[in-house]
């Protein structure tokens, strides 16, 4: 079995900055691409930031610049800094991950359950 889960969500003022974490567990062979998606309400969730496991990242202009992933494949855990924050930064935060399980030979899409952040005064 395996479980994605998110921390680090919550209310900041616009310009202010937060720390997002993902950990995966259970039995875990490996993970290739894991990245960040947000979905604000009455909006589709749409793509923040991909990471494969090399260490390539992909940003979405809105957030290019301010936010910064990271990830530790040693402890299958990743990272997101989000600096400058504004007020449609606001949304719930998802990680998701491609995952091998051990003894399986195909990968499946993992997601959270999110994390809210909001921005506002």
């Known amino acids: 079995q395996v479980q994605v889960a998110e921390s680090g969500g919550g209310l900041v003022q616009p310009g202010g900055s937060l720390r997002l974490s993902c950990a995966a567990s259970g039995s875990i062979f490996s993970i290739n691409n894991m990245g960040w998606y947000r979905q604000a309400p009455g909006k589709r969730r749409e793509l923040v930031v991909t990471?494969?496991?090399?260490?390539?990242?992909t940003y979405s202009d809105s957030v290019k610049g301010r936010f910064t992933i990271s990830r530790d494949n040693a402890k299958n855990t990743m990272s997101l800094q989000m600096n400058n924050l504004k007020p449609e930064d606001t949304a719930v935060y998802y990680c998701?991950?491609?995952?091998?399980?051990?003894?399986?030979?195909?990968?499946?899409?993992?997601w959270g359950q999110g994390t809210q952040v909001t921005v506002s005064s």
């Open positions: 998701n991950a491609d995952i091998r399980r051990t003894g399986m030979t195909i990968w499946r899409n993992y």
């Open positions: 990471i494969t496991f090399g260490g390539i990242t």
